[in-house]
């Protein structure tokens, strides 16, 4: 079968550093996606990494290992306002495949 | 200003009764989607559509309909035939191939009782 794994909460204060992981298990993989969730909302598109590497927008990077099946989202400089769900996504074959989503809660 | 807009933003029936859920959008994408966001849980594909007037089942199709007939709309129809159907329904869109980079409408609460 197709599956993303992802931790279900994490939890920080303002102005640290925290990293989601996801790993995935699916066939023809593309790519892999991150949405961004806040309660009752919208998710809001992130990065997408396509091939290996760090991909960096502002506060936000994205990471993809191809061979490991793995990726992560790096969020520094942590402001209350992060505290959202996330969630990996990622294309194999003609379906779009997204984890459960990590809650992650910024406190002062 | 372009987005999505979905109508409307609470939705209550009753068990038996099919319910529309709208969906429009002025990005001018060719690419649409309908998802279903369980408590706690990911969000699910339920149908999608690549061009106008053809569309294709995602993972949770059962119980559900949709139409294409104009680029900017793409309704979807929870029918009596879908066991479960109070969830939050997310529409979204993007360019062609833009999978990756979905735009998301503000979602719909269906909630049947």
């Known amino acids: 079968g197709q599956s993303l794994e992802q931790p279900s909460e994490v939890t920080a204060v303002e102005g640290a550093i925290v990293q989601i992981n996801c790993t995935y298990q699916t066939s023809g993989f593309y790519g892999l996606s991150w949405y961004q969730q806040h309660d009752g909302g919208a998710p809001t598109f992130l990065s997408y990494?396509?091939?290996?590497g760090l991909e960096e927008t502002g506060r936000f990077s994205s990471f993809l290992s191809r061979s490991d099946s793995y990726g992560y989202l790096l969020l520094q400089e942590l402001q209350m306002k992060d505290s959202a769900s996330y969630f990996c996504?990622?294309?194999?074959?003609?379906?779009?495949?997204f984890g459960k989503g990590t809650t992650l809660s910024v406190s002062s | 200003d372009g987005g999505i807009t979905q109508s409307p933003k609470y939705l209550f029936r009753k068990e038996g009764q099919n319910v529309t859920l709208s969906c429009e959008q002025n990005?001018?994408?060719?690419?649409m989607y309908w998802y279903r966001q369980d408590p706690g849980q990911g969000l699910r594909l339920i149908y999608y559509s690549q061009i106008v007037n053809d569309f294709q089942k995602g993972d949770i199709a059962e119980g559900y309909s949709v139409s294409r007939e104009k680029k900017e709309s793409f309704p979807l129809t929870v029918t009596s035939a879908q066991k479960n159907p109070t969830a939050f329904y997310l529409c979204a869109s993007s360019t062609g191939q833009g999978w990756s980079e979905q735009y998301f409408g503000p979602g719909t609460r269906l909630t049947v009782t």
């Open positions: 990494n396509a091939l290996d």
């Open positions: 996504a990622v294309k194999a074959g003609t379906a779009l495949i």
């Open positions: 990005l001018n994408h060719d690419a």
